[in-house]
């Protein structure tokens, strides 16, 4: 008599993430002060495993801090993520930071595979702005060059420039 085993297979899981922060406009007003922004960041897990996840940056303008979080089964969690400029920046620039998130484990075992989520976040830098004039600087080392703005009509209007010029001797 022949005896029919039916077949079973496990099903490996899969590690899955998703990360979205908040979408406002951030400034970075002097980048060699080692300013920093807080971006909340609400970081998601599909899965049916908690998940160990981590934090980077995904460009190299920025640098991205926030400690590793375990999130549940099916949930979500919101996560302070520090942003750092981390380039000189002179003349005022909009750019993206880029914060991506990473699974590091599930249920406390490496991860299967590779999962990531990145979020961008608006970023202003190189701006200072305050009662409706701004000034912005472009740096070399033998001279710098203060741009003068000022807010009209809801546009920032050039006005003029300062220079001073080094002139080093020994």
């Known amino acids: 008599m022949l005896v029919s085993v039916p077949l079973t297979t496990a099903q490996t899981p899969t590690a899955s993430v998703s990360i979205n922060c908040q979408q ?86 490496p991860a299967p595979n590779v999962a990531t989520s990145t979020s961008s976040v608006p970023i202003h830098q190189g701006l200072y702005q305050s009662n409706g004039c701004s000034t912005s600087a472009t740096s070399e080392y033998q001279y710098i060059v203060f741009e003068i703005s000022e807010l009209q009509n809801g546009t920032m209007a050039h006005v003029g420039n300062i220079t001073l010029q080094l002139d080093y001797s020994e």
Not at 54 to 64: R, Y
């Open 24 to 109: 406002n406009i951030r400034e970075f007003t002097d980048s060699l002060t080692n300013e920093s922004i807080v971006v909340v960041c609400e970081v998601s897990n599909p899965t049916s495993y908690e998940e160990k996840i981590s934090f980077s940056s995904g460009n190299s303008e920025f640098g991205v801090q926030g400690d590793a979080v375990y999130i549940g089964p099916s949930s979500q969690l919101d996560v302070n993520i520090t942003l750092t400029s981390l380039e000189r920046v002179g003349k005022f620039t909009n750019s993206s930071a880029l914060i991506t998130a990473s699974v590091q484990e599930m249920n406390g075992l």
